[in-house]
């Protein structure tokens, strides 16, 4: 029997807690809450730079809540927003932490990108990579 009365709600949210804890493992940070919004702001900031196309194409394989956390506040007629520097997009993602400053941002990030990676068909994150400059490739 499911915990909630509705298998696909439990495995969506068993899904989502998994995609965080991989990240929290990743990073070392033994705080879901904080991974959680890494994931979220990462998530972002890749989102934006996709043309839409690209964007849904990488929505489509991400689970149920993570999908979600991914379009939540998407504005497509704003985007793509091209970021063609390792520090812009570094910036972008550490302005989700305010006044928490994520230490080693790079790790951080790459932290995230494995997770996708390990999730994520390899033809969808070759995609994605190819939309990013070279520099920011190095966070891939």
């Given at each position: 029997?499911?915990a909630l009365?509705?298998k696909?709600i439990d495995t ?12 929290d ?5 033994d705080d ?6 890494l994931?979220?702001?990462?998530l972002?900031?890749?989102r ?7 964007a849904a194409?990488?929505g489509?394989?991400?689970?149920t809540?993570i ?19 390792t520090?812009?997009?570094v910036?972008r993602?550490?302005a ?14 790459a932290?995230?990108?494995d997770?996708l ?17 070279n520099k ?5």
């Amino acid at each position: 029997m499911s915990a909630l009365g509705l298998k696909i709600i439990d495995t969506a949210v068993h899904d989502a807690n998994a995609w965080i804890n991989e990240v929290d493992a990743r990073t070392d940070w033994d705080d879901k809450r904080r991974s959680y919004r890494l994931l979220r702001q990462v998530l972002h900031v890749i989102r934006d730079h996709l043309n839409v196309d690209e964007a849904a194409q990488l929505g489509a394989q991400l689970p149920t809540l993570i999908r979600g956390i991914y379009y939540e506040g998407w504005n497509p007629s704003s985007t793509p927003v091209v970021e063609r520097t390792t520090a812009g997009f570094v910036d972008r993602v550490q302005a989700g932490f305010d006044n928490d400053p994520m230490g080693d941002a790079d790790h951080a990030i790459a932290a995230v990108i494995d997770v996708l990676d390990a999730h994520v068909s390899r033809g969808e994150m070759d995609d994605v990579k190819s939309t990013f400059t070279n520099k920011i490739r190095r966070l891939f």
